[in-house]
């Protein structure tokens, strides 16, 4: 079980993954790396959630219109281009645009990840959507400290662009998941 929804469980971390560098990381991002008063660095989470508040609204839109599969694909790169922005954008400005962006892109991710384990055959019901839950959220628990060990050892931005190789690899296995002859 744990070989068919890898793909998944990764398409769900990647998602979530962009709410714990807006959480804990944006912040700081934004006041150490490009000099936003502390008192105002609050504003790339505010960013990066409404961003995701907008994608979900939109979600089931895009879904119609590209498939499950096409919207991961848009949604894995989204967040990569998004993280990858705002780890190395130069302005404060550039900085929030990537948030909100990794924002959208993470809108829809957990929930089609949910989907897609739940539609797997030939597993019981809903042991997809549990296995998913339980990968998603026990990788989660080291994400943040190996976030804040990298920076400690390299920089912020540094680390939040390593943090863009959990979408990479799941985008990767989505194209790869996408070519063959049984995807949906």
């Known amino acids: ?107 829809v991710t957990v929930p089609i990840a949910f989907a897609d384990a739940d539609a797997e055959p030939g597993l019981p019901a809903h042991s997809g959507v549990t296995w998913i839950s339980w990968a998603m959220r026990t990788a989660a628990i080291g994400l943040s400290p190996l976030i804040g060990a990298s920076s400690a050892v390299f920089s912020l931005p540094v680390a939040l662009t390593g943090l863009t190789l959990i979408a990479l690899i799941a985008l990767v296995l989505q194209v790869w998941r996408g070519a063959q002859p049984s995807s949906r």
């Open 1 to 107: 079980m744990a070989v068919i929804l890898l793909p998944l469980a990764l398409v769900a971390l990647a998602g979530i993954s962009v709410e714990d560098a807006g959480a804990n990381w944006s912040a700081v991002l934004l006041a150490s790396e490009r000099d936003l008063p502390a008192a105002s660095a609050g504003i790339g989470l505010s960013v990066l959630l409404g961003a995701q508040f907008i994608g979900r609204l939109l979600g089931d839109r895009v879904i119609d219109t590209l498939g499950r599969h096409g919207t991961l694909l848009l949604s894995l790169t989204a967040i990569i281009a998004g993280l990858l922005g705002a780890a190395r954008a130069p302005t404060v400005a550039l900085t929030l645009a990537g948030l909100a962006l990794a924002g959208l892109g993470s809108a």
